[in-house]
């Protein structure tokens, strides 16, 4: 059963718009959520998280939304550049435990293309 | 990426060979993990440690083993690889301060 659950496996976007990239899961008991990027033949890398008491959460061009309630986040990418051309994670966690570990269940991931 | 790496990048293998990955970190930190990479999948993890000698089953630990010896590596082994265990591996390390560092990843093809 996929807990995290990321419909759309590509998108493609002009240079200078917005990228929205979307996720959702089904596990009540995630309380934090992460999205990572990932370039070929590297290893994914954070981009920016969430937490679930927030709504918001604001870094430079990248912005993550989340609706508890639809149980649904978003990632929203402005002004969409090249270089952004990667494969996005959502990833959610059960809770942190202080102690430097918190099992991440990834989605499917979503190939974003961004055209000049 | 700096405080991790894995060895070796590349591996192809026979069908029924043993064979094992090696991650290693200079974060210090307690916990790393195993991870896999497949179209379709995702990233779905393999086995995790919480410490020396300390180490758990993730969601796909059929027919993979791990080992912590040493705070700085952790052995993932292929008992007898399978073409379904083709695939691109990820070690990772998390800590309370950076949260989670992924490795480059180990690209393995079973022949």
């Known amino acids: 059963d996929q807990q995290v659950k990321q419909n759309s496996p590509s998108l493609s976007v002009q240079e200078g718009r917005i990228s929205i990239l979307n996720c959702d899961y089904t596990n009540s008991m995630f309380d934090y959520f992460l999205w990572y990027k990932k370039y070929p033949a590297e290893g994914p890398t954070f981009l920016i998280s969430i937490s679930s008491i927030k709504d918001k959460n604001e870094d430079g061009r990248f912005t993550v939304f989340l609706n508890k309630s639809a149980k649904h986040l978003s990632l929203h990418i402005v002004p969409s550049q090249p270089g952004d051309s990667a494969v996005y994670f959502c990833a959610a966690s059960g809770g942190y435990s202080g102690a430097g570990s918190y099992q991440l269940t990834f989605g499917k991931g979503t190939k974003l293309s961004v055209i000049p | 990426d700096a405080g991790i790496t894995q060895s070796p990048r590349h591996k192809v293998t026979e069908t029924g060979t043993p064979v094992t990955l090696r991650c290693h970190q200079t974060e210090n930190h307690r916990y790393m993990y195993w991870y896999r990479q497949d179209p379709g999948h995702g990233l779905r993890l393999i086995h995790y440690?919480?410490?020396?000698?300390?180490?758990d089953k993730g969601e796909v630990s059929d027919g993979y083993s791990v080992s912590r010896s040493k705070t700085e590596d952790f052995l993932l082994t292929l008992e007898s690889a399978t073409s379904s265990q083709t695939s691109v591996y990820f070690c990772?390390?998390?800590?309370?301060?950076?949260?989670?560092?992924f490795g480059s990843g180990t690209r393995l093809t079973v022949v």
């Open positions: 440690s919480y410490g020396v000698k300390d180490t």
């Open positions: 990772a390390i998390s800590s309370p301060v950076d949260g989670y560092t």
